[in-house]
């Protein structure tokens, strides 16, 4: 082999040897450009926010063991939630409170979403569906004295002067007291909505009782208010199985024994009358 020819076969073997450290080289970052990389990766910054610890479902009224602090991504847009910086006894203030709507574990609290008793929506969620919430007027001696809370079940008695258009003879001007709805809730009196966990206070006295009520039972009440005076009188608590609702006294008073149902008989409607429960 001549001379020449082995030179350019050097040349292109030493060519070849610096190409493949050169590809190599462009593939792995230097040493310095690792350190920097590592540098850069920096902790996420974490904040907390009150959760459901367990599924919450609406209505329950919330314990210590159904919230939790959790934390969470400060970069996160955590304006409507309860952050532990600007709240940090939110957990222990919310103990009590209402669910109004349904939580699922790990979900954020929100503001909107527990109620305190007397707030704004609390009412609503108070009454079992179907319900209406209807308030009459009260006093130690219309309401046993005091001793009756929200959450008891009383009777709701109308006491008024008898009449000729009673036509009870003997009786005339004399009063008569009538039990004309039985075994119903009482929401609240005044402004107190759920005595205190686990105790029970020796007496409440209040100007307004708010009782749970059928909407016919509704309509009952409003018109017993405008003919006499009216009593509510406490259950025992063996005694709560029994009926809830109008009397027959009571619904004699709105219609008697029968309430108005509408039937349609092709397409035109018409009022029949079947027996209330």
Avoid: C
Avoid at 82 to 89: G, L, M
Avoid at 108 to 121: Q, R, S, V, Y
Avoid at 191 to 205: Q, W
């Amino acid at each position: 082999m001549s001379p020449v020819r082995l030179i350019i076969l050097l040349v292109a073997a030493g060519a070849a040897v610096a190409a493949v450290f050169f590809v190599r080289s462009m593939q792995q970052p230097a040493p310095a450009e690792a350190a920097a990389v590592v540098v850069e990766q920096k902790p996420i910054a974490l904040k907390q926010v009150l959760v459901a610890k367990v599924d919450v479902p609406l209505g329950k009224y919330v314990t210590p063991d159904d919230l939790t602090w959790l934390d969470w991504p400060e970069q996160a847009d955590t304006a409507a939630f309860i952050v532990h910086e600007d709240a940090p006894a939110a957990l222990e203030e919310y103990v009590g409170a209402v669910a109004v709507s349904r939580l699922t574990a790990g979900e954020p609290i929100t503001k909107n979403k527990l109620k305190h008793a007397g707030g704004k929506g609390f009412m609503s969620v108070m009454l079992t569906p179907g319900m209406q919430a209807v308030s009459i007027e009260i006093n130690s001696t219309s309401a046993a004295a005091g001793f009756i809370q929200p959450g008891d079940h009383v009777d709701l008695m109308l006491t008024r002067k008898v009449s000729k258009d009673d036509g009870e003879a003997g009786m005339i001007g004399s009063a008569s007291s009538r039990r004309i709805l039985a075994n119903v809730r009482v929401l609240a009196i005044d402004g107190v909505y759920e005595p205190a966990k686990g105790e029970r206070a020796a007496t409440l006295v209040g100007s307004r009782a708010t009782l749970e009520l059928e909407p016919y039972d509704a309509e009952l009440v409003y018109a017993a208010q405008e003919a006499g005076d009216l009593q509510i009188t406490l259950r025992s608590i063996d005694d709560l199985r029994g009926h809830s609702g109008a009397t027959a006294v009571g619904r004699s008073m709105r219609g008697g024994d029968q309430q108005p149902v509408q039937i349609y008989r092709y397409g035109k409607p018409s009022v029949a009358r079947v027996p209330a429960e």
